[in-house]
């Protein structure tokens, strides 16, 4: 039972275009969504996050928009780099077990120059 | 500043063989620890987690066990190695109440 689900298992861009990332919920009591990055051999670290109470959080070149009626959560990157080609997990949490995320099956982002 | 290490980085095991993986976090106190294995095609799968000494939940029925002998210690371990058991292994921490997790480096187990 994926209760986090990334559609498309990679995505090509070229540098300086945007890049959107999706990802699809089907738990309604999740209340907190995050999005990590992770490098080949890497550990995934944190990127950006959102609360259910919102519907948008910018941080820099990443906005992270979230759709709750539609159960959606997209990953904008403006303007993608190099540097950026990375996997990129979606993450969710329940409010009745603060201890646990739930991640996403991931997304394979390649910017290309 | 809190730290995680988790070692070997790599390893190679033989089917039927024991392992042991071990995970610390410092700076930090009482963490909310966790396991998770990201298989080949897969997402990132919680194993186990643990929210203090010797409390231990079990996600994914499986091969594998996990212990927390210490507050800042998780250990994940097998009696016998299975090739299903192959993946990149990951310990994280949390501080609890949602907050986000800060992730090891991982270890690479292909099991031959």
């Known amino acids: 039972d994926q209760q986090v689900k990334q559609n498309s298992p990679s995505l090509s861009v070229q540098e300086g275009r945007i890049s959107i990332l999706n990802c699809d919920y089907t738990?309604?009591?999740?209340?907190?969504f995050l999005w990590y990055k992770k490098y080949p051999a890497e550990g995934p670290t944190f990127l950006i996050s959102i609360s259910s109470i919102k519907d948008k959080n910018e941080d820099g070149r990443f906005t992270v928009f979230l759709n709750k009626s539609a159960k959606h959560l997209s990953l904008h990157i403006v303007p993608s780099q190099p540097g950026d080609s990375a996997v990129y997990f979606c993450a969710a949490k329940d409010w009745r077990d603060t201890d646990k995320l739930i991640f996403g099956t991931g997304t394979r982002l390649q910017v290309f120059p | 500043s809190q730290t995680i290490h988790q070692w070997p980085a790599t390893l190679v095991q033989p089917v039927g063989s024991p392992l042991s993986l071990e995970c610390t976090v410092e700076?930090?106190?009482?963490?909310?620890l966790y396991w998770y294995r990201q298989a080949a095609g897969r997402g990132l799968q919680l194993l186990f987690y643990?929210?203090?000494?010797?409390?231990i939940s079990s996600e994914v029925p499986q091969n594998l066990s996990a212990s927390r002998p210490q507050d800042r210690q998780f250990i994940l371990s097998s009696k016998k190695l299975l090739l299903s058991d192959s993946g990149f292994y990951l310990c994280?921490?949390?501080?609890?109440?949602?907050?986000?997790?800060?992730f090891g480096s991982g270890t690479r187990l292909t099991v031959v």
């Open positions: 643990s929210v203090g000494i010797g409390q």
């Open positions: 994280a921490w949390s501080a609890g109440q949602g907050v986000g997790y800060t």
């Open positions: 738990n309604s009591m999740f209340d907190y």
């Open positions: 700076g930090t106190s009482n963490p909310n």
